[in-house]
């Protein structure tokens, strides 16, 4: 690791230990889809009324309910009926993960194009999740899309102080090291902070290890799994690594050996969810 990459990340880290991390925070409308949603009793109309005042959030959820992997016959045009086919509880959870994306922007060329890969890349995995839990598990699919879509929510803090050190930005291997080593911890820092689910906010953290061997199934094998098939046919350093070693192929019930598209059903449900969010 360079010294920069060194100086960096110990700054970082105590910036965690002190408390003095400036963290994120939700945008406006997931916090106040969250609120609504806390309402066991909410109806589609009030939901609508919520999530409605957002415009590009709205949009968001007519695209994801229209997606190939939703299956619906015939174009869903408003937004009460895309809630309706989707469920109050899916809507929310989406609805929270979407807002997300006004998050991943920058004033920055350099570090808006890095936001946006990023959250291209969490969508995708986001996508691979949903599929992967509801084939393979008995979790909740749009929980496992968020846990996708925030996994890599630590990346934030750090680009953002890229943004106002200079020599960092200028130095993309320094700041890829950063990232890799640094983000995890502070992904699990910020969903704590927002008072997310454990069984999601822990994903952020552990989704890296590869090794980690839990007693269940859980959302973070899920999220793994996901982000190695999302690899596939690229030469990243994950399609090196031993898949047999990856314990969460076996807890999903997967081979690693045997590529999942070749089953024609579940090639178009990962080509389908891969763009579902996009």
């Not at 963290?23 to 409605?52: M, N, Q, Y």
């Not at 006004?102 to 969508?123: G, H, L």
């Not at 992967?132 to 979790?139: A, D, E, I």
Request: net charge negative.
């Amino acid at each position: 690791m360079s010294k920069l990459a060194e100086q960096v990340q110990q700054e970082l880290m105590q910036a965690i230990d002190r408390d003095q991390l400036i963290l994120p925070t939700l945008p406006e409308v997931a916090l106040e889809v969250r609120e609504a949603a806390k309402d066991a009793d909410i109806s589609i109309s009030a939901l609508a009324k919520v999530i409605g005042n957002d415009a590009a959030l709205s949009a968001g959820i007519i695209r994801v309910v229209n997606s190939p992997l939703m299956r619906v016959q015939k174009e869903i045009t408003d937004l009460q009926t895309a809630i309706s086919r989707l469920g109050i509880n899916f809507t929310a959870t989406l609805a929270t993960g979407l807002a997300m994306e006004q998050m991943f922007q920058a004033t920055s060329v350099v570090v808006n194009r890095k936001m946006r890969e990023i959250w291209k890349k969490s969508t995708e995995i986001a996508g691979i999740s949903y599929m992967l839990c509801r084939h393979f598990t008995r979790l909740v699919p749009d929980q496992a899309s968020l846990a996708g879509l925030v996994h890599q929510i630590g990346v934030l803090p750090i680009l953002t102080y890229a943004e106002s050190h200079s020599e960092l930005l200028a130095d993309p291997l320094s700041l890829g090291r950063v990232i890799e080593q640094t983000h995890p911890r502070i992904g699990a820092k910020i969903l704590h902070n927002w008072d997310f689910p454990e069984p999601i906010a822990i994903v952020p953290g552990q989704c890296l290890y590869f090794a980690r061997n839990s007693d269940r199934v859980d959302y973070v094998d899920i999220v793994q799994v996901a982000t190695l098939l999302s690899y596939l046919d690229s030469d990243h350093p994950y399609t090196k690594l031993d898949w047999n070693s990856v314990p969460a192929f076996a807890k999903l019930g997967l081979d690693p050996n045997v590529d999942i598209r070749a089953d024609e059903d579940l090639s178009a449900s990962m080509v389908a969810a891969m763009s579902m969010l996009q």
